[in-house]
């Protein structure tokens, strides 16, 4: 008897629970969710390839003369193209120049010279009052000393290039990012001096598996933008070059990417989103969409009832923020993108049509 009534009140209590459960979720609003229509699309298979921030030019800047570093710019400093970047002592060369200056004032007052002696003989020798033999001599003078004259010119202008050399300017707009030689050192020809790079132009390197030539290649041809991301954020670029040429080791080739739109660092590490195989048209829904659960991949349809429908799905290719499936779903579906973690099959929902009303709707 006793045990009879204990099953009684077993059987009570859950009919009481379940009774006060179905009072209660009427008593409750219908949860919120945003929903996205499936759609077909055209999409094709892509990798993640990890790729590096570079610069158009990142150069090592040297010196042309010998000299002592008299003047030496600062680490970090932007410069403009033309500007002074470092100066070598120019005192030895500014005397060079006075004395090529001399050398010149000299053998062009010497060529100056002879001209007139060569015109008075060559007067003399009509009225046979000179010998031809002066007039020859004097006219051989004559061209060595525009041969003279020509030599110190040409000096004169090495030592004008040189002095030119002693500064040392920017080839181009950039930033000041290391020092190679120290204020006060006796540099040599060719002693690099300062690290100069070019922060303006912008450009990612990236390597990627030659098998994926032709599905990149018509990438780069139809100038189609590709999708790039990093810890500063995402973006969509162009490809700017195609090296289409492996190492026999790695076999990868080598492109560039347009990054002259953003401000990001010289060096920051990116992913790029390359394409690896042909592209076909799927029916895709974003990939807020699934839900990842250990006996597999599902969806939740919203249908003309506003009641959640559960359906199974296999995943296929995937590009950006769409995914392709596999499944009881149709173009033009209404899915749930978000607000499906609580859901359950058959429940009602109200649709909220951007993420801030579905927020609100919950903290009320």
Do not use: C
Not at 3 to 17: D, G, H, P
Not at 211 to 220: A, D, E, G, L, P
Not at 309 to 314: C, D, E, P, T, Y
């Amino acid at each position: 008897m006793l045990r009879l009534n204990f099953s009684y009140s077993l059987i009570l209590l859950f009919t009481t629970a379940t009774f006060s459960l179905s009072v209660l979720s009427q008593n409750f609003p219908a949860p919120s969710v945003n929903v996205v229509q499936a759609k077909t699309t055209a999409l094709a298979p892509i990798s993640w390839v990890s790729g590096t921030i570079v610069s158009k030019n990142d150069s090592k800047l040297a010196a042309v003369i010998s000299g002592r570093l008299v003047d030496l710019v600062e680490i970090g400093k932007k410069v403009r193209r033309g500007d002074v970047l470092a100066k070598i002592d120019d005192k030895t060369l500014q005397i060079q120049l006075k004395e090529d200056q001399a050398s010149v004032i000299k053998a062009q007052a010497t060529l100056t010279y002879l001209q007139s002696e060569l015109k008075r003989k060559q007067s003399l020798a009509k009225q046979n009052l000179s010998a031809i033999t002066e007039l020859d001599k004097t006219r051989s003078e004559r061209d060595i000393a525009q041969g003279d004259l020509t030599v110190v010119k040409s000096k004169l202008a090495q030592t004008q290039q040189q002095l030119d050399y002693s500064q040392l300017k920017s080839p181009f707009d950039g930033l000041v990012v290391e020092r190679l030689s120290n204020l006060g050192e006796y540099v040599n020809n060719g002693t690099a001096i300062i690290r100069l790079v070019e922060t303006s132009e912008l450009e990612a390197s990236v390597f990627i598996p030659i098998t994926s030539y032709q599905f990149v290649k018509s990438t780069y041809d139809a100038r189609t933008p590709i999708a790039i991301k990093s810890a500063l954020g995402n973006a969509n670029v162009k490809i700017k070059s195609l090296v289409p040429v492996a190492n026999n080791r790695s076999h990868l080739m080598e492109a560039r990417l347009d990054l002259s739109k953003l401000d990001w660092p010289i060096g920051l590490n990116i992913k790029v989103a390359i394409a690896n195989g042909s592209t076909k048209n799927v029916l895709a829904v974003p990939r807020d969409a699934l839900i990842l659960r250990r006996d597999g991949i599902s969806i939740f349809k919203v249908g003309k009832d506003n009641k959640a429908q559960k359906i199974a799905v296999n995943v296929g290719i995937g590009a950006g923020e769409w995914v392709e499936i596999i499944g009881k779903v149709n173009p033009g579906d209404n899915i749930v993108v978000r607000g499906s973690e609580r859901l359950q099959p058959g429940q009602a929902v109200q649709i909220k049509s951007n993420n801030q009303s579905l927020v609100s709707s919950q903290s009320n």
